[in-house]
């Protein structure tokens, strides 16, 4: 799904680190794709996904609040929000491009909550 995120912050030393704000919900992330430059303070379309190195690891939330939830000092989030078959809508709508929700069927329109190890960002064409 396509979002209108605000650039706040780009690191120095590492070239693909972004930190966005969409919708109110700020995170920092991986530039996998971007096709032009990008300058903070400047709003662009996205898509957003995530990284998993090893298995996920899905289960059925324990309160009832959605987002992003960073988890230390490295890339990790833990994301929580109503899973659908393709995506997991967490206040903003993350794709599952790798078709890591297909054991978790059976949680689907449920709130559900999983930890990934990077958030993807994909600068689409303005």
Not at 40 to 58: R, S, W
Not at 80 to 105: H, M, Q
């Amino acid at each position: 799904m396509k979002h209108f995120a605000m650039v706040k912050k780009l690191d120095p030393s590492i070239e693909e680190e972004v930190t966005l704000d969409i919708q109110g919900i700020e995170f920092t992330g991986f530039a996998t794709i971007c096709p032009y430059e990008i300058e903070v303070g400047n709003m662009y379309p996205v898509t957003i996904g995530f990284t998993i190195l090893d298995d996920i690891i899905m289960n059925e939330a324990k309160d009832q609040r959605i987002g992003l939830e960073y988890l230390d000092s490295g890339y990790r989030y833990c994301i929580k929000g109503v899973l659908n078959e393709t995506s997991i809508d967490a206040g903003i709508i993350i794709e599952d491009v790798e078709d890591c929700f297909k054991d978790y069927r059976y949680l689907i329109n449920k709130l559900v909550e999983f930890q990934v190890d990077r958030m993807n960002i994909e600068f689409l064409q303005k």
